[in-house]
């Protein structure tokens, strides 16, 4: 079964509230008990191994193991992706974390191993890696940046959430220290069923000429994936891509009335809203029918 599957046998069984296929991510991701919960046999939507703690290829020996016909199952995550992490380098990344968040005033992040997992939490303070917060990294050196970029390439299971978001806006704004890894992960991805993972795409607002890739995979990358390409909207500066995403979020809530309630997606729309009203991107009357929706669906404001 796919996430997506899980989410909708959830709602059916609760009576039709609609679930979020990444808090099912989110979940099987914190699975305590792997094979016994037989998490591995989640994949993607087009039948793409997604990931597991345990590593893909201990996902594929379990799956063959029990009879699956793997013939259609295809790896979806970059191939240069690194399977194997030191407490060294974990360390290191701790630290450059830590430098950041005290120019911020905030808590230490602690480090945590969940299974043989090794997971970055958060800074010890509540809502600090909100996209609205501070963005905590503006400061921090290119030698910081370059390392904790490279972790969050190849270790994104390292970082919870909220601060896998504030590296995506650093990706946003200073991928060019990255800019080969990052080509060569753009050239061979499937982002139609690439998931949170999504996160990278970021970094397409640090690459010049990127304005018709962004538009493009606005058409190719599900709801509830596309965070990334929302940061990477939020960083460009072309005027392009700004009117490409007013007519995709005219498209979406025209097509469906609940779009963006539980994935969360209706809050970007507000976010770029704000953003454009502000900067005077669109004059009111090209704003109204999106303004219109988002005031009767009572969403948060950003």
């Known amino acids: ?17 609609k679930v979020s296929a990444r808090a099912v991510g989110g979940a099987v991701g914190w699975n305590p008990i792997g094979i016994i919960i037989p998490c591995h046999r989640v994949i993607g939507a087009d039948n793409g191994l997604t990931g597991y703690g345990g ?13 699956s016909d793997l013939f259609d199952v295809r790896l979806s995550a ?18 450059a974390v830590n430098r950041a968040a005290a120019l911020h005033g905030l808590g230490r992040a602690r480090c945590e191993e969940n299974d043989g997992t090794t997971i970055l939490l958060d800074a010890l303070t509540d809502g600090w890696g909100e996209f609205a917060a501070p963005f905590i990294f503006d400061e921090c050196s290119d030698d910081d940046a370059k390392l904790l970029l490279e972790s969050f390439i190849d270790f994104r299971s390292l970082y919870q959430y909220d601060l896998a ?3 995506s806006r650093l990706l946003a704004r200073r991928g060019a220290l990255v800019r080969a890894r990052m080509g060569r992960i753009l050239a061979k991805t499937d982002w139609s069923s690439y998931g949170s993972n999504g996160l990278l795409l970021s970094y397409l607002a640090s690459r010049k000429g990127s304005d018709p890739l962004i538009c493009r995979l606005l058409d190719t990358v599900g709801e509830d994936n596309r965070d ?5 909207c939020w960083y460009s500066s072309g005027k392009k891509v700004q009117k490409c995403l007013k007519r995709k979020f005219e498209s979406w809530i025209e097509s469906d009335d609940s779009w963006g ?17 502000k900067e005077q991107t669109f004059s009111y009357e090209e704003l109204q029918l999106l303004t219109q929706w988002y005031i009767e669906h009572q969403l948060p404001t950003p």
């Open 228 to 232: 990334g390409l929302f940061l990477a």
């Open 1 to 17: 079964m796919s996430y997506g599957d899980i989410a909708k046998a959830i709602s059916k069984k609760h009576g039709g509230a």
């Open 55 to 67: 590593g893909l290829g201990n996902k594929i020996s379990l799956l063959a193991h029990e009879g």
């Open 78 to 95: 970059p191939k240069d992706r690194k399977d194997e992490i030191d407490g060294v380098f974990v360390r290191r990344c701790i630290q």
């Open 261 to 277: 309630g539980s994935t969360g997606e209706g809050w970007w729309l507000g976010a770029f809203l704000s953003k454009w009203t």
């Open 165 to 167: 978001v504030q590296l």
